[in-house]
């Protein structure tokens, strides 16, 4: 990496990496963004480990080619089932969710007991668990495949999606792990659904944001190659380019709501397979 102002590339499935990029903007607003969310192929949280590895790995070359200078793998699913092989694959540096999440669960839980919920892909690959085991940590992996429809469908205040949150929190907070003092929210959706999570999980629970802890690991990672400069400053200097393989108008029109601001500077981009 060479530049004092980094390229960072963004991958997701769709549209949830835009939490993960709305972190990384209100911690690095001094570098250049390329956001690439494979919107024409998601969900990536009920397929396959090689069907998930395989279009990490193309959109991993796409941002290199665009000159990322290190690609963050925004997507939980991504990241827990293919963050070898796109390491593997790429020139520069790479970071997922999952070690940024578990690190920041280990320094937030007492009891050493944490429930992770994620898609079913994410909890079938055990990422997270093994990943907190590493660190001495007993977790239940839960996964909660309706929540990322009903954000997608916009119903983050939604009746009906405080109870499908409070179904599943209430079997994952249950038997040995009713005194698991830490929810990792290992979905890019999630962070969307955070008060409700808040209101539906037992009252001695912390939240731990993996959106957040990656933006953290990134900026750890960028050490002294971001300059440091006054806070307004560094917001107005965030430049961001997106690239979408499905329709440039629902990108801009649902990304909104995870973005928390307008979508400009879209591009659709066909990947050759
Ligand atoms: N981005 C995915 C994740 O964080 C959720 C959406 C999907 O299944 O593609 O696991």
């Known amino acids: 990496m060479t530049s004092r102002r980094p390229t960072i590339g963004v991958f997701d499935s769709g549209f949830g990496g835009l939490t ?23 969900p990536y949280g009920s397929k396959s480990v090689q069907t998930v590895a395989r279009y990490a790995v193309e959109a991993a070359h796409f941002l290199e080619a665009h000159r990322a200078e290190l690609i963050v ?13 796109i390491t593997g694959a790429a020139h520069v540096p790479v970071i997922g969710v999952v070690e940024p999440g578990a690190e920041a669960a280990a320094s937030v839980s007492k009891t050493r007991k944490v429930v992770v919920i994620g898609t079913e892909a994410t909890v079938c690959s055990h990422a997270y668990q093994k990943a907190l085991e590493a660190k001495g940590l007993h977790a239940r992996e839960k996964a909660c495949p309706l929540l990322v429809p ?19 929190l209430e079997e994952a907070f249950a038997d040995g792990f009713r005194d698991a003092d830490t929810l990792v929210l290992g979905c890019t959706h999630y962070p969307l659904l955070k008060p409700m999570l808040r209101r539906v999980s037992p009252a001695h629970v912390s939240i731990v944001d993996s959106a957040e802890s990656t933006a953290r690991a990134v900026a750890e990672r960028l050490g002294n190659l971001v300059p440091r400069v006054a806070s307004e400053e560094r917001r107005a200097k965030a430049r961001v380019g997106f690239f979408v393989t499905d329709s ?26």
């Open 248 to 273: 440039v108008e629902k990108f801009q029109r649902l990304g909104q709501t995870f973005l928390r601001r307008p979508l400009a500077n879209v591009q659709h981009v066909d990947l050759k397979e």
């Open 73 to 85: 793998i925004a997507c939980n699913t991504a990241t827990a089932l293919a963050l070898n092989q």
């Open 20 to 42: 993960v990029l709305k972190a990384l903007l209100e911690v690095i607003p001094e570098a250049d963004y390329l956001y690439f969310g494979d919107t024409a192929r998601l």
């Open 150 to 168: 009903l954000v997608e469908e916009g119903w983050v205040n939604h009746a009906v999606t405080e109870q499908v949150a409070r179904i599943y």
